[in-house]
């Protein structure tokens, strides 16, 4: 409300009220020759008088507040003066005065709801909490929670705000207005001396939300206070609530907006050294206390602090393998207490990476250790890592004993995952009885919105009909945390499909011809269309998916438009699927986009076939690193996905794969090897090529179960065949990281470089249609480039094998499985040797850069190729020279070279007498560089000069014609443009 357009006359009168009751009062309290002090009395206005009260000049806005009461000036409102006298009163320690004035202002309008209703309540908290009335303080404050929301969702509703903004209210105001609360009951209590009470106030903010800036500086807070309190055991709940960092990641961190970049912190940063120590050395008093000989000493604690945030931030890299530094440190000279800590956080590291079978083992070791980490959590975990397995049976089994968790944040997730538990089995009955009781128990505010929408999306699913028993085609896989963007390390060898790669349509391929994928999106809302999205057309995240045909990763994703829809209202997103004939393994990609980071996108898919029968449910959350959700389906199969929002501020979905179950046979290299249980993995092999869908989740617990029995054999370090099995079967199972580390192993322990070549060679005969595939993932990454790594280190180490003749070989071979990196290395070590001649020299090269092109390195090609071509030159070279404007040619298909560049590589063509179909192409290249530049004018010329068996006379025409229509949207855009200024 504004106040800046009253009548003079008001404000004078006003004015001289004010002045007369000023010097009164100045004239008892001050020396007659002292001038009172009400100079700035002759501006005052309501807006000023405000400014006053902010400035804690209580003593001189009382009397024209009170005078206003009389006579207030036009346009200010009854409830305004009562809230600025209450204000002016508790300012004066007024206090009954204070909440006398404040009650009257909110019974003048009890139901109103707006900023005014909200201060009223947190100032009559304060004047409460003064008197020493606590009860009624932490229910104004509380009240005033309740209503924040609320007038921000009026003010933006008044406003014509977008859904967007009201949308960040539900999510994001709610609990920060609790917390608030919250944090005043503590304050209330700090400043009265109350420990015990100041905790407990701590305690419920920590429990409204599941993090939040500062929640770990507060709970090292908490645990300080319990500790004082006497009470060790319940402050070392507080203290690991401060070292846990929870189940996301992201591997950047810098978002595009301030909201996302607040939650993006959380999850994309290690917390400090210094909090770290702070909260283990809570921990170490609190064992003092309860178990002396536990705890250690200063110097021995301070180096378990640097080793664990050591550990820690290691957890915040996109690398697998993050807990290997908190195993380490559980085995280090430290009492079990404190090994048990540290495999808990190793246990929680595995499970965020997807490595189940893993997180299993150690939180059994953590289990059999003391006290310090609560078994309810452990077991906790445990569960989880079931759950995450696609086990949702024997999770709910598992989790049902602990529902009865002592603390509240864990029990709430306990239940929210047992909830979806049930729902993943179709146990609806369950499951809304799961959900009904966390709405009505949890003090966390989002798991409370998911539980009431969870009740809304029950109603729906209770009434489909599901899949008669026997009859299912589509069974749940192990997710996959731990592969991210690299798509092609174990996914799309049939068919690939990634989410808006191409901008305005997704990008689509795959090695399986005529088995492509056939998606169509929508979502649930006819009007709302499924909205592609590229946030960066290229980012170093590696949880982005790898472009292939950019060569680069991209932040692009499908959603549903949901941010401009009300929390819980949809659009879903759907996404109906063709899978062709044969058992498959499908996968949908999801990563939380480091950009437009949310912490509370948490989804449903629901799968149904073709006659609208259910065919599974499960959950999607935790994705900041990128997570697959795997299905084992068999073809041919028209199905239905449909990713629920619930109480997201949209869905986001990165790409889909499709891949027939398979493992490769034991190369000839290692079919002799002994005592590697190769019988046993091929009888695997041989069930995975005759396996239906319903087959594959216990295939894959038996691939787990041989990789067990390898890894706990006393030949692991040394046996090559193992090694390789154990690579195989982690990436079958959806684990191709722990899979490509152990190829890596295993190439290391090969005897000789020629057994490393043979396998090498004898790993990929007969698998020439994946020659594609070294498109298909950053440099390096392929697992031949791993293999040949190894090669090249070991080729080093023995001179005496590593032969100008046999460098050569590889650095001009044409077999497909010598890479591009391959052949570089060769090359590399030929130089160093300094002993080719300089024909031969340009020829090396030019197989390089041959390999380059074909394995789609457009911007190395591009770079190395003009080198080779100004030196093929100045050698006078013509067949190198002619070889390598052919490679440039094929390489415009791909990238977009300038103009003159084209215009050169006609010039080379016509200095080596190229075919006149060459030249032809090339030139028509030149026209369309042009066309890029919208330079119409040059393109025609360069058009005319196209020979017609390169292009056509309705080839040209379209051309021609295309080119008409875009000049004269230009010329439009220019012209409106002009209009405008």
Not at 666 to 674: D, R, S
Not at 754 to 768: H, P, V
């Amino acid at each position: 409300m504004r106040f800046s357009h009253l009548p003079a006359i008001a404000v004078v009168a006003c004015v001289t009220l004010a002045v007369r009751s000023l010097m009164a009062q100045d004239a008892q309290k001050k020396p007659p020759e002292q001038p009172p002090a009400v100079a700035e009395v002759a501006e005052a206005t309501p807006q000023r008088v405000n400014e006053w009260l902010g400035a804690g000049k209580y003593a001189q806005t009382l009397p024209m507040l009170q005078q206003w009461g009389a006579k207030p000036p036009p346009g200010l409102a009854e409830r305004s003066r009562l809230l600025m006298l209450g204000k002016c009163l508790l300012g004066l320690k007024r206090l009954e005065e204070a909440v006398d004035c404040l009650q009257k202002m909110r019974e003048a309008a009890p139901d109103l709801v707006d900023d005014a209703a909200v201060e009223a309540c947190v100032l009559l908290g304060e004047a409460y909490s003064q008197m020493g009335r606590k009860k009624e303080a932490a229910q104004m404050w509380q009240e005033a929670a309740r209503l924040k929301p609320l007038a921000s969702l009026k003010n933006l509703t008044q406003a014509k705000a977008a859904t967007y903004f009201h949308n960040r209210v539900s999510l994001d105001m709610i609990e920060q207005e609790q917390m608030a609360a919250f944090g005043r009951i503590a304050s209330m209590h700090k400043a009265k001396g109350e420990k015990t009470s100041q905790a407990e106030a701590n305690m419920h903010r920590l429990n409204v939300a599941v993090d939040f800036p500062a929640m770990r500086q507060l709970a090292v807070e908490t645990g300080r206070l319990l500790l004082d309190c006497g009470k060790p055991r319940e402050a070392t709940t507080m203290f690991l609530r401060a070292l846990d960092t929870g189940l996301d990641r992201c591997f950047t961190g810098k978002a595009r907006l301030a909201e996302n970049q607040r939650q993006l912190d959380l999850v994309a940063q290690s917390p400090s050294e210094t909090l770290v120590h702070d909260a283990l050395d809570g921990v170490n008093q609190c064992l003092a206390a309860m178990a002396p000989q536990d705890a250690l000493p200063p110097e021995s604690m301070a180096q378990f602090c640097t080793a664990w945030h050591k550990a820690l931030s290691a957890t915040y890299r996109p690398d697998t393998g993050s807990g290997d530094l908190f195993m380490e440190l559980a085995k280090a000279d430290y009492p079990p207490v404190w090994s048990a800590l540290c495999l808990a956080q190793a246990a929680q590291a595995c499970l965020r990476e997807g490595d189940f079978r893993q997180c299993k083992k150690l939180v059994l070791q953590a289990a059999s250790a003391p006290w310090i980490v609560p078994r309810e959590q452990l077991d906790c975990l445990f569960a989880f890592a079931t759950m995450g397995e696609g086990k949702f049976k024997e999770s709910a089994v598992l989790l049902q004993k602990t529902a009865s968790a002592s603390n509240p944040l864990l029990a709430s997730f306990i239940q929210l995952a047992l909830a979806e538990c049930h729902e993943g089995t179709f146990d609806f009955q369950n499951a809304a009885k799961c959900y009904r009781a966390l709405a009505e128990s949890t003090p966390v505010i989002r798991h409370k919105a998911e539980a009431e929408y969870a009740l809304k999306r029950l109603e729906i699913l209770s009434a489909m009909q599901s899949v008669a028993e026997g009859q299912q085609r589509l069974f749940v896989l192990p997710d996959d945390r731990s592969t991210r963007g690299d798509w092609a390390r174990g996914y799309g060898m049939e068919a690939y499909l990634l989410a808006a790669h191409e901008f305005k349509r997704d990008t689509a391929g795959g090695l399986a011809p005529g088995k492509r994928l056939k998606c169509r999106f929508s979502t649930t809302i006819d009007t709302e269309k499924s909205r592609l999205w590229v946030t960066r057309k290229s980012v170093e995240d590696a949880a982005a998916l790898w472009n292939p045909r950019r060569a680069t990763r991209m932040a692009a994703n499908r959603d549903d438009y949901g941010e401009q829809h009300p929390i819980g209202a949809g659009p879903d997103l759907l996404m109906s699927c063709e899978v062709p004939e044969g058992p498959h393994i499908l996968a949908l990609y999801f990563v939380n986009d480091y950009n437009y980071y949310e912490s509370n996108r948490a989804y449903t898919i629901t799968v149904t076939d073709d006659d609208g029968k259910l065919l599974c449910s499960v959950p999607v959350r935790h994705f900041g690193g990128g997570l697959y959700k795997r299905f084992a389906v068999d073809g041919p199969l028209k199905i239905q996905f449909r990713i629920w929002r619930n109480t997201a501020i949209n869905v986001i979905f990165s790409g889909v794969f499709l891949d027939a179950p398979s493992l490769p046979p034991v190369p000839a290299v290692l079919a002799a090897a002994k005592g590697s249980h190769l019988d046993s993995y091929n009888t695997l092999r041989e069930a995975a090529m005759s396996a239906k869908a319903a087959d594959l989740p216990a295939l894959m617990d038996k691939c787990n179960a041989l990789l067990d029995t390898l890894q706990n054999a006393p030949s692991v370090e040394t046996s090559m065949a193992s090694l390789w099995m154990q690579s195989r079967l982690a990436a079958f199972a959806g684990r191709s990281r722990e899979g490509a580390r152990l190829l890596a192993q295993a190439a290391d322990t090969a005897s000789s470089s020629e057994t490393l070549y043979a396998l090498i060679m004898d790993s990929f005969q007969g698998r020439e249609r994946q020659q594609r595939t070294l498109s298909w993932l950053p440099p390096g990454c392929h697992e031949l480039d791993i293999l040949w790594q190894s090669y090249f280190k070991k080729l080093e180490g023995d001179p005496a094998h590593s032969t100008p003749a046999l460098l050569l070989k590889l650095a001009q071979s044409s077999d497909w499985r010598v890479t591009s990196y391959a052949m570089g290395e060769a090359w590399r070590l030929l130089e160093k040797q300094r002993k080719m001649p300089p024909g031969v020299q340009l020829a090396t090269r030019l197989c390089l850069e041959g390999k380059n092109v074909g394995e789609g390195h457009d911007e190395i090609a591009f770079t190395a190729l003009n080198a080779l071509e100004a030196d093929a030159r100045k050698a006078g070279d013509k067949a190198v020279l002619r070889r390598v404007g052919n490679q440039l040619l094929t390489l415009t298909g791909r990238y977009k070279m300038e103009p003159e560049r084209l215009i050169a590589l006609c010039g080379l063509f016509e200095e080596v007498n190229a075919h006149e179909n060459v030249r032809g192409t090339a030139t028509l290249r030149v026209a369309k560089a042009y066309e890029r530049k919208r330079d119409f004018e040059k393109a025609r010329l360069w058009l005319d000069k196209v020979p017609p068996r390169v292009l056509s006379p309705q080839g040209r025409q379209t051309l021609l014609d295309r080119w008409k229509a875009l000049e004269e949207v230009l010329e439009k855009r220019k012209n409106a443009s002009n209009t405008t200024k």
